[in-house]
């Protein structure tokens, strides 16, 4: 399956990418709110080697840059 996103070797990585975007738009804007991360990853655990990624989702440009297309084994 091609995605559009931003990939990574490491999941710590990835969390460093989602907490960013997290920060950038004031999640979450309350304690207890539902909505913690603008973003979350995924993890390409078919694929060898496994990686990680951030599905490209409107606003995140400002924050991770361009978005690319890569597979991912599903």
Partial sequence: MEVKGYKYTTEQE????????A?????????GN????YVDYSVANLDNPIFYYIEYYRGTEPILGQPTNFEVTI
């Fill in 34 to 37: 539902d909505t913690i991360y």
């Fill in 14 to 21: 990835a969390i460093n990418a989602r907490t960013a975007c």
């Fill in 23 to 31: 920060n950038y738009y004031g999640l979450p804007t309350e304690p």
